[in-house]
């Protein structure tokens, strides 16, 4: 069984930064874990991938140079540090885990999610 648990979420200033984390319980390290958030009337899009335990990361064009991602398995946490927020990364994020593909990059791809955590980020 998989549980993914996401906090940080908040309300920030355009420029400022935030972290995100996603608690994660899994049975194996062979996942890949992502970040995809999903802003009101839009489809959920997709940010940065890393596998679980083999490191590597895959960032979205939209993100890179802006967002990190990291996870630590001996802490059971996945990482979301994010940079010069502006208004339009108001949404909510969510974490995810799938077992599929090599740094899945489409949400049908991720078998399991957490919540979700609202970031909003005001003008």
């Known amino acids: 069984q998989v549980q993914l648990v996401e906090s940080g979420g908040g309300l920030v200033q355009a420029g400022d930064s935030l972290r995100l984390s996603c608690g994660v319980s899994?049975?194996?390290?062979?996942?890949?874990m992502g970040w995809f958030r999903q802003a009101p009337g839009k489809e959920r899009e997709f940010l940065a991938a890393?596998?679980?335990?083999?490191?590597?990361?895959y960032y979205a064009d939209s993100v890179v140079g802006r967002f990190i991602i990291w996870g630590d398995a001996a802490k059971n946490t996945l990482w979301l540090h994010m940079n010069r927020l502006s208004p339009e990364d108001t949404a909510v994020y969510y974490c995810?885990?799938?077992?599929?593909?090599?740094?899945?990059?489409?949400?049908?791809?991720?078998?399991?999610w957490g919540q979700g955590t609202q970031v909003t980020v005001s003008s």
């Open positions: 899994v049975r194996h390290g062979n996942y890949f």
């Open positions: 890393t596998h679980w335990i083999g490191g590597g990361i």
């Open positions: 995810a885990a799938s077992l599929s593909g090599d740094y899945p990059r489409s949400p049908s791809e991720y078998a399991y």
